[in-house]
């Protein structure tokens, strides 16, 4: 079967055809983490919700955000660009290889990117918007707190308080020192943003199973 049309259908993956994509399409992410053939890295993790076992996701270039303010969205989209030349909010896939954290959102799948990706990621964050929405929360009258969206939005409504935000943001940003290497070395907890067109997904609990399959037939 030709991988592009497995990318049309994503709900009747083998995991045999699972084995040969990550093979022969997942080079960059190999080379990235040094693989050798010996699943020996930590696999970077996702949650999800009502997937098939095995997949082929694609990722959108144009992420609308479901809790942060557009604003504050849009100051992160900028400030990634001009420090990585990525828009990492809005043109990315958020991992972890915390399977508690992947949990939060559905299902635990482990995630490969597929052809050539970026990522980055802070040691200090594992989740980007809480961080922001709390330094926030902390700074403001009881009026606000909590900082539901809907407050959050009235709060940034005006100038004054928008700028207030945007400065906590960019503090907060440049404190956490982003970097964009040593992705086989990052422990369980940064939220990472990856930057690819696709990824191969494969529930956790098929995970065994792929990697003795991938060593049985590339052994």
């Not at 010996?38 to 098939?52: E, H, Q, S, T």
């Not at 939060?104 to 961080?131: N, Q």
């Amino acid at each position: 079967m030709k991988l592009t049309t497995l990318y049309e259908s994503n709900s009747d993956l083998s995991l045999e055809e699972a084995v040969k994509i990550f093979h022969n399409e997942c080079k960059p992410f190999q080379k990235e983490i040094g693989f050798d053939g010996i699943f020996d890295f930590k696999p970077l993790k996702r949650g999800m919700k009502n997937k098939p076992s095995l997949l082929i996701g694609n990722v959108r270039p144009d992420r609308k955000p479901t809790d942060t303010p557009l604003p504050i969205h849009e100051f992160m989209d900028n400030w990634f660009y001009k420090k990585f030349g990525v828009r990492f909010r809005s043109n990315a896939m958020f991992a972890t290889k915390s399977q508690g954290s992947a949990r939060l959102y559905g299902d635990v799948y482990i995630v490969f990117p597929i052809g050539e990706f970026k990522y980055c990621y802070s040691s200090t964050i594992d989740d980007l918007y809480a961080t922001i929405a709390n330094k926030i929360e902390s700074k403001l009258s009881s009026h606000y707190a909590p900082l539901t969206k809907e407050k959050f939005n009235d709060f940034l409504s005006d100038e004054d308080n928008l700028k207030f935000a945007l400065d906590i943001v960019e503090k907060i940003l440049t404190e956490s020192k982003y970097v964009d290497n040593d992705l086989k070395y990052v422990s369980y907890n940064p939220e990472i943003m990856i930057n690819c067109k696709s990824y191969l997904a494969i529930k956790s609990d098929l995970y065994d199973d792929f990697t003795k399959l991938y060593q049985k037939t590339y052994k």
